[in-house]
């Protein structure tokens, strides 16, 4: 995305820092599919509501790693949702 304005490398920084708050949010439909798997579908559905809720957590997964990026270099932030600036390429956020 390379951006060289500060103040839009913030607003993307911050547009994604919410998206990363936010994606623990959908994991909630997951975890209500498996529960209701383990103790209300028939035997038959359960299997099915198993495979489509981790189809779901790694789609979550996935998008929780592809948005979590520098908006200035694009290099994966890691872990911490707090940061000042990107550990790659020094930008201030």
Avoid at 13 to 23: P, T, V, W
């Amino acid at each position: 995305m390379n951006m060289i304005d500060p103040a839009q490398i913030r607003t993307e920084f911050l547009r994604r820092q919410e998206e990363q708050r936010a994606i623990s949010w959908k994991a909630v439909p997951a975890i209500a599919v498996m529960l209701l798997a383990e103790y209300a579908l028939p035997c038959p559905l359960k299997a099915l509501a198993m495979w489509g809720a981790i189809i779901w957590v790694g789609y979550i997964l996935y998008q929780s790693w592809r948005n979590w990026r520098c908006p200035a270099c694009e290099k994966y932030l890691g872990k911490t949702i707090s940061h000042v600036r990107c550990p790659h390429c020094h930008t201030e956020f």
